[in-house]
Nanobody
C-alpha cells in the first residue's frame, strides 16, 4: 500500500524559508517521478514542482527562482526547499507521484502559512 507522509510546514513571515519533506512507502521509490502539490483555501490543487526518477527537476512559474525540489532515493524522500515565501504561498502542501496517472493516495499534507 502506497503511503506519502509530508512534514516540515509551519507559520512563517514573508521572506522566510521552509523545507518540506515527504517520505514514501509501499513503492519502489527510485522508479517514479515525484511531485509537490498545493491547495490554498477555496482554490483547486495545483502542481508546484516535479522531479523525474533520475532527479531532473521542474518548478512552476509562480515559484521559479524561489523553490527547489530534490530527492534522496536512499531515504525514499522528496524535499521542497522554499525560499522568500510570500502570503500567496499559503496552502496545504502534498506530495504524490508525477508523470503518472492515476496518482497515488493523498496524504494529510503539511500546512504552510505565510503572514506578517
Amino acid at each position: 500500500q502506497v503511503l506519502f507522509v509530508e512534514s516540515g510546514g509551519g507559520s512563517v513571515q514573508p521572506g522566510e524559508s521552509l523545507t518540506l519533506s515527504c517520505v514514501a512507502s509501499g513503492m519502489v521509490f527510485s522508479n517514479f517521478g515525484m511531485g509537490w502539490y498545493r491547495q490554498a483555501p477555496g482554490k483547486s490543487r495545483e502542481t508546484v514542482a516535479t522531479i523525474t526518477s533520475i532527479g531532473s527537476p521542474s518548478v512552476g512559474n509562480s515559484v521559479k527562482g524561489r523553490f527547489t525540489i530534490s530527492r534522496d532515493n536512499a531515504k525514499n524522500t522528496v524535499y521542497l526547499q522554499m525560499n522568500n515565501l510570500s502570503p500567496e504561498d499559503t496552502a496545504v502542501y502534498y506530495c504524490n507521484y508525477a508523470y503518472r496517472r492515476p496518482l497515488g493516495p493523498w496524504g494529510q499534507g503539511t500546512q504552510v502559512t505565510v503572514s506578517s
